[in-house]
């Protein structure tokens, strides 16, 4: 390994040089405030390692990672994400009686996975971020072992991950041995179908298995409500953003031109993305829980991203990845919101905790109102650019029924949203719950986040400039 | 640049009404009130200096570029007809904001940001000529409209407005797509990607696509306007709305869809907006019998006034699918007309129930001899609605069922039965609430100065369009000659043919 691949692999290897640090921290002195800003400093490392990276890449490091723009802009999503989710946990384990330290190791370890699924290009990096990913993730959703929601929800995490990791690995066998070549371009050169390739699809659609379980798209999405009801609100937002973006970044690469080629795996997706904008709106009509509202309309959220994928353009590699970019800022803000909101015995999940929210916070319900906004595609948020785009490479395509079908999904979808809008603006409640100051670094990075999601939302030519530099777009 | 005044100034109003809410209860009325009317003053003052400039397309414009991945620009021009949609829009957000002067008494501040905000994204839809920023505007009015009927609604207020945000949003959507798909076809005939509506004008389109492309907008401006199998949103949101909401909904949310209609349908899909005018014609017809017919068997008040609408805005979509000269004037003048008489009765029985809290017609009667200024003022205005001539609905009316007879004989002897039904509703309605014996004894205060000053203004107003009609039309002329000239046939092509 020469200079350049090391600046080429520097993101990634700040990542797990913090994971060291961090234990290493852990096990000197015990200390939350050192712990989480040990991380934070490793992840800003990292993030802006990035730009020292840039000038090498494109560059092939070992034939495991490839370390392209398009690695990049992804990596600086997960990296930034992770980041924003560990200043919102500080405030929220802070008065955590247990131990809080461990959380900020998994949280850079997960990272580290989520990062190494950005840049891999080879089954066997893909399966090795991808357990990282999951094995630190097992550990954070069930971090409060005092809660029994938390336990129900690790164990079924883990059950399910490792089944369809089981799935993807036979899948990848089974594609193995059809190609002789574990790279994702032995896919991507051939013209499927062939008589010679008889394990190739059963091999992609036991691989779609395990990347759909990750994405939480139907019928993959069992977990997902439990998970994000379960698991601490930060945890939930690192689940719903970082390691679904590090699994988009992988499906791109690896079964793009697959769906364009092949017409069973094009069918397959489609009916993936069916049933997940259907399924994820239509179910998440009968939740009382903001919580678990945010779980199913992120089935719903995938399977719009999926019709973008399905396009199979240039424009829909930049829809997507502008999508992602909009769906991260939302959640991460909605989840801290239900951060700040939360107590040390239970998160404010329930729709009640919400009600006149308005009138006794208008700045935080306003950012909530904006980020309901967002998820439901009104114009003047990065939800509205993002499903512009999504549609505009859609009709590109010319996909017209998945189209309609997004549109259709999406006004149901409005109705939850809307329901919890009325909430936060209703009359005030008779009782007073406490009112506590939000602590600076979550404001903070609330502040930010609302402030990308308006300003991206009415002026979003810079991330489109961006985009298109990076992974390539319009024109 | 005054163009980007008239909407700055709405926003920053709103949100320095928003704000002021904190020190009184006053200063937020008396900052919307001044900023509307300053936009009046601006809106005026284009129409006084228009005439230096007729040789351009636009009085007034400004154009931006904004994503210019896209090749959208944020691009707002104004001409006769915009113009006159503008001068409604301010006109009666003042209303709006007198009319709620005792009315609203929470969150007074958060009421006035909503209404300054909705004002502003409706002038942004009758200024924007970029189909995207079109689009924005169009989605973005509805939140503070819904904010308006959820917050200080009535009794059914949620159910309402999320009806109507779900109805709009879903047809709005369908718009979105026709936008998209002729931006993407009008890419690969020219090879240029724009939202510019001059230059989407001249897109050629195979048939079948023009059909549905024209159907997407279609939708979106039918819900609005209301066309009849879409219009259930309607009594609904219009009954619940608190009376500012149900002013600026009846008197300028609707005319969104006519002026869609007049602006984007018929000069950008020519000939499929031709293939469609039967059934568009024959969807007027019933809007216009349809309504009047409902709104005689309401015994709500308010429900009443807003099936009117519906009757009222049948002669609307009848008169811009004529689409000859005499039939568009009509329909401008029923669209400004409308907004007054009908944005008038919604005042009365906003002040009605304001006073007697009600809006049941069986619980009222006799009201005459307790407030007869008001009771006076909702005669002239129930007069209006049915189509005295003297007053400015006649004159759309009537024009429009000049312009439709050369286009379908029997479609307009149809659509008068519905003047003469709108007779029996509006007389029925006076007859229950007003005369008879004051069975209930009612005791109420009779209009305010404050509410004589607003009905005063809208009877002359009113008068004046009954009277002399011809500013408007001379304003709205230039205007329709040039989207005529885009339509590029002559009126006569889109006769009906027997």
Known sequence: MNAADTLALLPLLLLAATAIVVMLGIAVKRSHELTAALTLLGLTASFFSIWAAAPVAPRQVTSLLLIDSYALFYLGLIVASAAAVAVLSYRYFANHDGQREELYLLLVLATLGSGVLATSVHFASFLLGLEVLSISLYGMVAYFTGRGEALEAGIKYLILASASAAFLLFGMALIYADTGSMAFSSIRNLSLGGSSLALLLPGIALSVTGIGFKLGVVPFHLWIPDVYEGAPAPVAAFVATTSKTAVVAVLLRFLMPASQQSPAVFFLFSAIAVASMCAGNILALWQNNVKRVLAYSSIAHFGYILVAFLAGTTIAAGAVAFYLVAYTVTILTAFGIVAVLSTSEADAADLEDYHGLFWRRPVLASVFTAVLLSLAGIPATMGFVGKFYILASGANASAWPLILVLVLTSVIGLFYYLRIVVTLFSAEPERQSSMRRIECGSAFILGGLAVLLIWFGVYPAPLLNLIRATIGGLN | MILIFLIAILLLGGILAGISARWSTRLPRWISLAAIAVDLVLAASIWAGRSLSVSKAWYDEVDWNWIPNFGIHFHLAVDGLSLLMLTLT??????????????????????????????????????????????????????????????????????????????TQCSGLLMLIAILALYFIHHQTTGVYTFEYSELLGTTLGGGAELAIMLGFFVAFAVKLPVVPMHTWLPDAHTEAPTAGSVILAGLLLKTGGYGLLRFVIPLFPRAAHEFTPVALTLGVIGIIYGAVTAFSQTDLKRLVAYTSVSHLGFVLLGIFSWNPLALQGAIMTMICHGLSTGALFVLVGGLQERIHTRDLDRMGGLWTVAPRLSAAALFFSLASLGLPGLGDFVGEFLVLLGSYKVSVALTVLATLGILASTFYALRMMQRAFFGPNTNSWRLPDLTPREGAIITVMILGLLWLGFYPQPVLNTFAPAMDSLQREVQMPSTALRIQP
Do not use: Q
């Not at chain 2, 009319?99 to 502003?120: D, P, Q, Y």
């Not at chain 2, 200024?127 to 995207?132: E, H, T």
């Not at chain 2, 924005?136 to 409209?145: D, N, Q, R």
């Open chain 2, 90 to 167: 301010f006109f009666l957000g003042i209303v709006a904001v007198l009319c709620s002067w005792t009315e609203i008494r929470e969150k007074i501040g958060f009421f006035h940001f909503n209404l300054m905000w909705v004002l502003a994204g409706i002038a942004s839809v009758f200024l924007a000529v970029d189909l995207f920023l079109f689009y924005f505007a169009w989605e973005l009015m509805l939140i503070p409209m819904y904010f308006l009927i959820v917050i200080w609604g009535h009794e059914r207020r949620v159910y309402a407005a999320t009806k109507f945000f779900l109805f």
